[in-house]
């Protein structure tokens, strides 16, 4: 069956138009650091899937993946495209476990169309249940992180305290929504009042503060002992809030976006001591890690989805034309919900 | 049956000796933070003990608890006998489970006499089955912190490598020959040619160095991956070893003894970062959370000396006078193994 009778909503472009990435950017990545350009559509090899991308991710994480370095997945790759996170539909599949017409959330990057092997593949989201976007954000690594790593490093029990960084964000605005339905207290700190306002309104959240405007030392001097601090900034914020731990208080560690540059690396203040006396346990999370887990945790937050306990906020933007100051405007707050461009 | 009778071995001072905390010292506590005092032998109440001490326990951890602040157990009080554990025989009993000229371990403070509730009974050894010294170190936190914290986060697997800080102190000498029995590779590093050479000829490291001669970044990038950090002292070593972890490494934070004050606190590289790429496990360890598991522990340790397969050292010295100095010369390093005082 030709694929245009499968997925007749789908325009398919006679080229493929890339954002490519130049330069190895030294923090957050800038619009001079890529180029867009456009080539042939590629052809799969055996074993190898075409897939047509709809919406492409835009993610705080891009910036470790454009700097390279130590980090938990190679660089991207210079004069590629780059490094990203989309969903898209198969539209050639020479791998006999991949039907054409099938959706898929995976390592497709910045571009229309990807050549991969299955192991690019994270998710097979088949036919979807919620609006497909969903499975770029809260049902991709965004959502899936915040429920694993609550799940896995978390050890909540009733009535505990848990502080969320970007709390409004992909990540966080799921984390409040779980950690409220765990029958904990979530406390979220954001970065304008209008996110603070959706925080308490719409996430889940008993409280939220503004970084931006708030005194952040009385605001957890206030909030009482922090039981798990589920951090994606670093910085400041985090040398603040393990000085408020509670005795055997967990630190989720799943980003540092408010550190511009690691190098070379700054200082801080010395955090040993609080680990010990404190008990603390401060784990690193990355997401990829974990993808065998990936389908237990899509099907949960599916599950929730549909049963309107769990909501999520986009900011989709339409083609990719501006995709070259998109991580740097992520990295500035101005998105308000998870950050996609739509290309299909 | 008077006491006399049970232990004939032991004078029994007819006054109370005790080194007062004077000063609430702001790093390491000096000679002049302390003063020796006389008092009448205190008496128990109904539900008490009198218990004769017999070795005085030194212990880096007293600095803490000197200083006082957020800390895991309360702030030693001024005026009174320095908090610190202590080996001793019960010479009186008011308590029907604790039977007179049974020897016990737990906070008697440096002072020759201590009236105390059960709950300051850590250790209740009875007739010791080694040498009565050991169970104020190797069977006493020393050797117990060794022996639960790999248990309960080194979560070692065969040929692993382990650096250990410290490496031929109470703690980390038995760490290194845990280690060892574990399969797995130790690597100490320690103050000294002396106790470089007792690491590996006597506790079971496979290599060790100098800290004050040796290039520790050179032999950190030299000794390959990490997989867990068992650190007592914190600061630049610490951060230098956190950037050798490997993937998914453990780090236990048992102590921060090279740090000589936390007030104003100083800064160090930042390490969220390490935390999270390497998805690193950072956890406080502090002993006296875990005394449910003592017994278990002095049990297990108890059968390894009396086998043959696990050796300690011991500094002893005769007497309280020097009591004043002594911690701030174990933090320079000058005993050679674990430091008690002699006073039965």
């Given at each position: 069956?030709?694929?245009?009778?499968?997925v007749?909503?789908y325009?398919l472009?006679?080229?493929?138009?890339?954002?490519i990435?130049k330069?190895?950017?030294?923090?957050?990545p800038?619009p001079?650091d890529?180029?867009?350009?456009?080539?042939a559509?590629?052809q799969?090899?055996?074993?190898e899937l075409?897939?047509?991308?709809?919406?492409?991710?835009?993610d705080?994480?891009?910036?470790?993946w454009?700097?390279?370095g130590?980090?938990?997945?190679?660089?991207?790759?210079?004069?590629?495209p780059m490094?990203?996170?989309?969903?898209?539909?198969?539209?050639?599949?020479r791998h006999?476990d991949?039907?054409e017409g099938?959706?898929?959330?995976?390592?497709f990057g910045?571009?229309d169309?990807?050549?991969?092997?299955p192991?690019?593949?994270?998710?097979?989201?088949?036919?979807?249940?919620?609006?497909l976007s969903?499975?770029?954000?809260?049902?991709?690594?965004?959502?899936?992180?915040?429920?694993?790593?609550?799940?896995?490093?978390g050890?909540l029990?009733q009535?505990?305290t848990?502080?969320?960084t970007?709390?409004?964000?992909?990540?966080?605005?799921t984390?409040?929504?779980l950690?409220?339905?765990a029958?904990?207290?979530?406390?979220g700190?954001?970065?304008s009042?209008?996110?603070?306002?959706?925080?308490?309104?719409r996430?889940?959240y008993?409280?939220a503060?503004?970084y931006?405007?708030?005194d952040?030392?009385?605001?957890?001097?206030d909030?009482g002992?922090?039981d798990?601090?589920f951090?994606?900034?670093g910085?400041d914020v985090?040398d603040?809030a393990?000085?408020?731990?509670?005795v055997?208080g967990r630190?989720?560690?799943?980003?540092?976006a408010s550190?511009?540059?690691?190098?070379p690396?700054?200082l801080?203040?010395?955090?040993?001591?609080?680990v010990?006396?404190r008990?603390l346990?401060?784990h690193?999370?990355?997401?990829f890690?974990?993808?065998?887990?990936f389908?237990?945790?899509?099907?949960s937050?599916e599950?929730k989805i549909?049963?309107?306990?769990?909501?999520?906020?986009e900011?989709?933007?339409?083609?990719?034309?501006?995709?070259?100051?998109?991580?740097e405007?992520?990295?500035?707050?101005?998105?308000?919900?998870?950050?996609?461009?739509?290309?299909g």
């Open positions: 069956m030709p694929i245009e009778s499968l007749p909503a325009t472009p006679a080229e493929n138009r890339r954002v990435l330069n190895r950017p030294a923090g957050i800038q001079t890529f180029a867009l350009d456009e080539s559509v590629p799969p090899a055996d074993l075409l897939v047509r991308n709809i919406y492409l991710s835009v705080p994480a891009q910036r470790g454009a700097v390279g130590a980090n938990y997945i190679p660089a991207a790759p210079l004069g590629g490094a990203a996170l989309a969903v898209g539909v198969i539209v050639k599949s006999q991949f039907r099938s959706f898929v959330y995976g390592w910045w571009q169309y990807a050549v991969v092997g192991e690019k593949v994270l998710t097979r989201i088949g036919i979807p249940r919620v609006k969903a499975y770029a954000g809260i049902l991709g690594i965004n959502g899936i992180t915040a429920y694993l790593a609550l799940q896995m490093f050890r029990t009535h505990e848990v502080l969320v970007t709390a409004a964000g992909a990540v966080g605005s984390v409040g929504q950690v409220r339905s029958g904990c207290r979530a406390i700190l954001t970065g009042d209008d996110k603070v306002a959706r925080c308490t309104g996430f889940g008993d409280a503060y503004n931006r405007t708030a952040i030392a009385a605001v957890l001097a909030i002992a922090i798990v601090f951090d994606s900034i910085g985090l603040l393990l000085r408020q731990m509670n055997g630190i989720i560690q799943c980003g540092t550190i511009a540059s690691w190098t690396p700054p801080g203040l010395r955090n040993e001591r609080e010990l006396t008990r346990s401060w690193g999370f990355v997401i890690d974990h993808t065998g887990k389908d237990e945790a899509v099907r937050l599950a549909i049963a309107g306990d769990l909501v999520y906020d900011d989709i933007e339409i083609g990719m034309d501006e995709a070259a100051s998109a991580i405007r992520i990295y500035r707050g101005e998105n308000q919900g998870k950050k996609l461009m739509f290309i």
